[in-house]
């Protein structure tokens, strides 16, 4: 069975700092993993997913990832925070297979918030 | 192009109501889910529809039942709601294929009394 631990629920950075979203996976097969985003009162988002294409993953609105499998790590980052990056980031692992039966494990979420 | 809508957006039920949660997405895809958020907990897997006539029980299917009536719409009832139904419920759709998107609804608030 697969899994991944999200280290931090909450996690605040300064506008204009570094931002470093952890998360580690185990998978009994190689993965496919995805990072999402939650706004309040809103729907999830993709911001990117490794496919085992690249390790090194671009999204949405300046995020990416790498993909690192001896660490079974795949965190999250950006250069540099803005103010409308404050919402809840899941990772979410899913078996590398396609049965058509294949479901995602979500993390248990990590909050960020924005110092301004 | 909608996208995965829900209703309703938010719900007060008393224990022991009854309500189904209704799903529908237009972007012809195979697979539904449902799932539910928890503080602390993540989304959390209750049924999910590989395709169209099939169900299958996720992670947290007790208290729950579900339809999926046809390929756009998938519902989720609670048949006799309890306190600990209380949670924020989302709809999700994606195409077969195990590296594509999931594609998620607004969601439905629910408090259970």
């Known amino acids: 069975a697969q899994s991944v631990t999200q280290l931090g629920s909450h996690v605040s950075v300064s506008e204009g700092a570094l931002v470093l979203l952890r998360c580690n996976y185990s998978?009994?097969?190689?993965?496919?993993l995805f990072w999402y985003v939650q706004y309040p009162n809103q729907g999830l988002q993709l911001l990117l997913k490794?496919?085992?294409?690249?390790?090194l993953v671009k999204g949405i609105n300046g995020f990416e990832a790498e993909f690192k499998k001896s660490e079974t790590s795949f965190h999250l980052t950006k250069p540099s925070a803005h103010m409308s990056d404050a919402a809840e980031y899941f990772c979410?692992?899913?078996?590398?297979?396609?049965?058509?039966?294949?479901?995602?494990?979500f993390g248990t979420g990590t909050r960020l918030t924005i110092i301004p | 192009n909608a996208g995965v809508t829900q209703t309703p957006k938010f719900q007060v039920l008393k224990t022991g109501q009854s309500m189904t949660l209704q799903c529908a997405q237009d972007?012809?895809?195979?697979?539904m889910y449902w799932y539910r958020q928890d503080p602390g907990m993540g989304l959390r897997l209750i049924y999910y529809s590989a395709s169209e006539g099939t169900t299958d029980k996720g992670e947290v299917p007790n208290g729950y039942n579900v339809s999926r009536l046809n390929k756009r719409e998938f519902s989720l009832r609670l048949e006799s709601a309890a306190p600990s139904q209380t949670s924020v419920y989302f709809c999700?759709?994606?195409?077969?294929?195990?590296?594509?998107?999931?594609?998620f609804g607004p969601g439905t608030r629910l408090l259970v009394l």
């Open positions: 999700a759709s994606s195409t077969r294929l195990a590296w594509e998107t999931q594609y």
């Open positions: 972007m012809n895809h195979n697979s």
């Open positions: 998978s009994s097969v190689p993965p496919y």
């Open positions: 490794y496919t085992s294409a690249a390790t």
């Open positions: 979410a692992v899913k078996r590398g297979s396609n049965f058509g039966n294949e479901k995602l494990t």
